[in-house]
């Protein structure tokens, strides 16, 4: 059950994506990919004594349609990502829909929910998708680069076993 899960929520990113790249190749220039790794610190000690203090964090993005710029200069990003966030034998896979806002050339908040998919083992009780969320801020280092390079710190987690924490991250964007 939880790897058809697994299998039918990448089939229905993947789908997403292949669906909005004919209209989003229009303007490629405000289009692209993000890559964001960095460490995820459970906030349960019974979760740290489990498995490891810090666990590895990876997310790769895809922004989908991005808005007009305001007259002040915000912005937004409508996208989608699929992570990995886990130490050995103990992680969870996130697969989110997200919105990234920007409140200039340099800070962005984003907000991502979709559905988590755990490996069973000693942290988590069962394999079962359920909900997972990350909340981020961001401060980018390179604006008008060909790679911007982004600080991110946040806070991310799945329902199951109630498994959250602080992340901290380098993101490229490409």
């Not at 289009?31 to 459970?42: E, K, L, M, R, S």
């Not at 790679?147 to 991310?156: N, S």
Request: proline share 3%.
């Amino acid at each position: 059950m939880h790897k058809g899960l697994l299998c039918l929520a990448t089939a229905a990113l993947i789908g997403t994506l292949a669906l909005t790249t004919p209209a989003s190749a229009q303007d490629s220039a405000l289009q692209g990919f993000t890559i964001n790794a960095g460490v995820f610190y459970p906030s349960k000690k019974s979760v740290r004594t489990a498995s490891e203090d810090v666990w590895f964090s990876v997310d790769l993005g895809y922004k989908f349609q991005t808005s007009e710029p305001t007259e002040t200069g915000f912005y937004y990003d409508l996208g989608a990502s699929i992570g990995y966030k886990g130490a050995g034998d103990s992680y969870y896979i996130p697969v989110h829909l997200t919105f990234t806002g920007y409140l200039n050339e340099q800070f962005f908040y984003r907000a991502g929910a979709g559905v988590g998919f755990p490996k069973k083992g000693d942290v988590f009780t069962a394999d079962d998708a359920s909900f997972s969320y990350s909340i981020e801020l961001g401060y980018n280092f390179s604006t008008g680069g060909t790679t911007p390079i982004a600080l991110t710190v946040g806070y991310a987690g799945i329902s199951r076993n109630s498994v959250n924490g602080l992340t901290v991250g380098v993101q490229f964007q490409f």
